[in-house]
């Protein structure tokens, strides 16, 4: 991945309650037009699949058997992040990235985290006490349309919510947000 877009959503799914347990990442890729690419990858995490979590995204180990391991995914794409802002959906992928870097034994490099929840909250104030801003609450409210709990799926939704935002107040992300990313100058 070489391109340069405006930013990237990003959404991973865990095989257990560890964050650094991902079995499954999501990229949305944002350009000038819009989202221009949706990326879906499943990581084998090699550690042990929880049934909760199994019910919450059904990928299961024999999915992810033979599949990347996480730290094959940071080298074909760890450089790529490191140049665009990134958006999540709470701080959930995030950690989880930042764990999942360091249990493979590296340092976890300066991402530019943004969070599509502050964007919604202040392009949609009235759904606080009122469903929400997770992802969920605004597929109904926004008529968006995902499969949640698939990676991509949640990925693509996140940057689309970023992007209605956008839309709807008439200035980018970086005006509506009105500070810098909460994970610039910091560790992934």
């Known amino acids: 991945m070489s391109e340069t877009y405006r930013f990237i959503a990003i959404d991973v799914e865990t095989a257990n309650s560890d964050a650094?347990?991902?079995?499954?990442?999501?990229l949305a890729c944002v350009g000038e037009t819009g989202v221009e690419e949706v990326v879906t990858l499943l990581i084998d995490p090699r550690c042990h699949f929880a049934g909760m979590n199994i019910q919450i995204h059904g990928?299961?180990?024999?999915?992810?058997?033979?599949?990347?391991?996480?730290?094959?995914?940071?080298?074909?794409?760890?450089?790529?992040?490191?140049?665009?802002?990134?958006?999540?959906?709470?701080?959930?992928?995030?950690?989880?990235?930042?764990?999942?870097?360091?249990?493979?034994?590296?340092?976890?490099?300066?991402?530019?985290?943004?969070?599509?929840?502050r964007v919604a909250r202040r392009a949609?104030?009235?759904?606080?006490?009122?469903?929400?801003?997770?992802?969920?609450?605004?597929?109904?409210?926004?008529?968006?349309?995902?499969?949640?709990?698939?990676a991509g799926e949640d990925a693509r939704a996140s940057a689309e919510i970023v992007l209605m935002a956008e839309a709807l107040m008439g200035k980018p992300f970086q005006d509506i947000l009105g500070s810098s990313p909460s994970g610039s100058k910091k560790r992934a």
């Open 124 to 150: 949609w104030p009235e759904f606080k006490g009122n469903g929400g801003h997770g992802l969920g609450h605004l597929k109904n409210a926004l008529g968006l349309d995902f499969r949640h709990h698939d």
């Open 59 to 117: 990928i299961r180990p024999e999915h992810v058997s033979g599949e990347p391991l996480f730290e094959e995914f940071l080298d074909a794409v760890g450089d790529f992040l490191e140049r665009h802002a990134l958006f999540q959906h709470s701080s959930f992928d995030g950690r989880a990235i930042r764990s999942a870097t360091e249990a493979c034994g590296r340092v976890a490099a300066p991402l530019q985290w943004h969070d599509s929840v």
């Open 20 to 26: 650094s347990s991902i079995c499954q990442i999501g």
